[in-house]
């Protein structure tokens, strides 16, 4: 394999939600601090240079298991896992139907859950898993379906950060803000103005902004931090009144 000196050099990663915004962005910049790719998502992305792109869907056991399959028989090993593969489907809780609350906990948590599973049985010991929760998981008005997804990702970075321990595989959560991704390109103006009034930094992120701490996550810069969700939203959680 070849290395190019950077904090994941050699390392082989899975990213998954890799065809867009974060995903995309941790990507590049997982290649580019050396470590070999594997790209996934609904339909297979373009790999980095040195990566492979495999098409998968997240919600679906046998797509993750044999995607897994694919890296592992090309690379020989799985280094890191980071998984961004997730979706909204906004609606106050009184309207809501059971179908939007089953689709958004069907990705964004029991995909969580299927994937990390899937990655840990083949990790090497001392790998590193960044799961994506987001500030939503606070409490956010037309996200119950989501944000109980993503508390869920906070509890499931927990547990499997005691049980894969042992192994020295650490287990984290990133939990962003506002970050400027296709995602949130549906937001109305007057809800993207409420809310950069609301961050401290006056802004809202960017996709590199949380590539950046996924591979700190990922890498053994973190190597006695497990366990942890970590917010990435410009302030807009400190303080009281401003949660
Ligand atoms: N953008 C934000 O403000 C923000 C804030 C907090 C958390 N997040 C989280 O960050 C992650 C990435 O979000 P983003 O903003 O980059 O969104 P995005 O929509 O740009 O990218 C999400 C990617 O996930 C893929 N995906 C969706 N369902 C999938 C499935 N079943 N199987 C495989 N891939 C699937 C999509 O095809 C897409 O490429 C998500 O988990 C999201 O919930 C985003």
Known sequence: MTT????????????????????????RRFADEGAHVVALDLKAPEAPAGGLGIACDVADQASVESAVAQAKERFGKIDVLAHFAGI?????????T????????????????IVAQAVAREMEDGGSIVLTSSRSWLGNIGQANYSASKGGVVSL???LALELGKRRIRVNALAPGFIET??????????????VSAIPLGRIGQPEEIAAVATFFASDESSYVSGQTLLIDGGRSVGVGLV
């Open 98 to 113: 059971l179908q939007q609350w089953d689709d958004v906990i069907r990705v964004n948590l029991t995909g969580s859950f």
């Open 88 to 96: 909204t489907k906004d609606a106050l809780a009184s309207k809501m």
């Open 157 to 159: 970075a927990r547990t």
């Open 182 to 195: 296709p995602m949130t390109d549906v937001v109305p103006d007057r809800v993207r103005d409420k809310a």
């Open 4 to 27: 190019k000196g950077g904090c994941l050099d050699g390392r082989v990663a899975i990213v998954t939600g890799a065809a867009s915004g974060i995903g995309r962005a941790t990507a």
